[in-house]
């Protein structure tokens, strides 16, 4: 049976023709107004007839929205860490986390695409590539990963190298994690190592030192050690992004050069063995 909604029932709350009118959505600012929606839904254009090209396109759109937040979060997080205000920090981290793991579970939309799919429009793409992404790039650069060959796929746009730049002159997320680690552990910096500003980190013995006096004593260095677990967790989940990266490339186009003069899987294997803060990895050894 169907019944009439009363006053008070949802249905009834709003009037759209009449409540509209009441709120002069005409003049007011909407939803679409606020998001741009018109803009952003105007932004996939098609090069083939490929039912699959706007999937492929969407995914990777909503990607470099996510990376943009993960580079705010992360600045956020830098930020928060130089004015020693560890709690905004820490939730600015575990929302890089949760970030990272929605652009894990993204991939399982594309691997819907065959490589029959992908075929019918791979060649529109032309030399384009992911790793000409300069935003996954500054992640990297911010996170201590900092292969400045990787600098040259933006040769020709001066402010995405001026970007970049910006970041390689400055200490790293983790290389100013390290220096609160050796002004807690040694309670000044005398004996840090200087940072790895224009090279990827690599693991220092005196820095791992530091860690496994933290992971020794977690009573005393509580906020250190909830600090390394944060940093694990951050890693752990961008692992399982590059993971998840390589077998959909692999699923997709298998063993095929990759768009871009890239070597395709081949190449993507390698990142798998990228550390970026090795420290807390070795470190497990030894505990």
Known sequence: MTQTPDDTSPAAAFDPAHDGAKMGFADAMSYGDYLRIDTLLGQQHCLSDAHDELLFIIQHQTSELWMKLAIHELGAARDALLSDDTAKMFKMLARVSRILEQLNNQWDVLRTMTPADYTRFREALGPSSGFQSYQYRQIEYILGNRNTHMMHPHDHLPEVRGVLEAELARPSFYDEVVTLLFRTVDGDTAAMPAPQLDSPHTA?????????????????????????????????????????????????????????????????????????FSELWHLRGEL
């Open 204 to 276: 220092v013995p005196e820095i791992q030192a530091r860690w496994k006096v933290v992971y020794e004593d977690i009573e005393t260095y509580w906020t250190l050690y909830e600090l390394g677990e944060k940093l694990m967790d951050l890693e752990d989940y961008f692992r399982r992004w590059r993971f998840n990266h390589v077998t959909t490339v692999e699923r997709v186009i298998g063993f095929k050069r990759g768009t871009g003069g890239t070597s395709g899987v081949a190449y993507l294997r390698r990142m798998l063995g990228v550390e970026l």
